[in-house]
């Protein structure tokens, strides 16, 4: 199952430009010769749509494409998406925008570079990462610390989210812990008594 961010992908291709005015009917009947060769479907998001939202003309039964509606960022579509589907078997996110590829990996989606999966297409792509892997992989992402911080509050709203995703993450792995060892303490307490009965019937016989 993929998921792709429409522009983006264009963006990386040299056979196609986004100055074309069927740039997204092209890219979309590309991905789903694509879908039907490799029996997969895919699910495409493309920036300013009038008035938006479900694309009938060019959506079909393998391939579903979404416009994000006026005053609608098509990342924020495409992020919520990735939420909703990541847990789906073999979801893939296609994008090669930093920024959604370091939120993407924050949450344990795996993503591929869109000149990567161009190349799945049949397009040439602008600038092939080097050392492509041959499977989708998730990108991880170094950061060096700065020492005299200037946190913006565009930065604060970006990085809150993950924050509050991670800290559920831990407080629900140390919940699971917990009542694992409660469990722990509850078999052996039962094992202990289990075993004094039996030692007060063995005693018993012998009277």
């Known amino acids: 199952m993929w998921l792709i961010d429409g522009h983006n992908l264009i963006g990386q291709l040299q056979d196609l430009s986004l100055d074309d005015p069927h740039d997204e009917a092209k890219i979309t009947m590309a991905i789903k010769r694509y879908c039907m060769r490799a029996n997969c479907k895919a699910t495409v998001i493309f920036d300013n749509g009038l008035p938006g939202g ?7 039964s393998s391939v579903s494409v979404y416009f994000a509606p006026p005053r609608t960022k098509a990342d924020h579509i495409l992020m919520q998406r990735a939420k909703e589907m990541h847990r789906l078997p073999n979801f893939v996110l296609v994008t090669s925008d930093r920024q959604i590829v370091r939120l993407a990996y924050a949450y344990g989606i795996e993503t591929m570079p869109s000149e990567e999966f161009a190349l799945l297409l049949g397009f040439r792509p602008v600038e092939l990462p080097p050392e492509a892997p041959d499977k989708p992989r998730m990108v991880k992402i170094i950061y060096e610390k700065d020492p005299n911080p200037n946190v913006t509050p565009q930065e604060i709203a970006f990085w809150l989210p993950i924050f509050k995703h991670r800290l559920q ?18 078999a052996a307490r039962l094992a202990r008594k289990q075993a004094a009965e039996e030692e007060r019937l063995r005693k018993k016989k012998r009277l």
């Open 54 to 60: 479900f694309s009938k003309e060019l959506s079909n």
């Open 169 to 186: 993450q831990a407080r629900a792995a140390k919940a699971a812990a917990e009542q694992a060892e409660r469990e722990k303490i509850r």
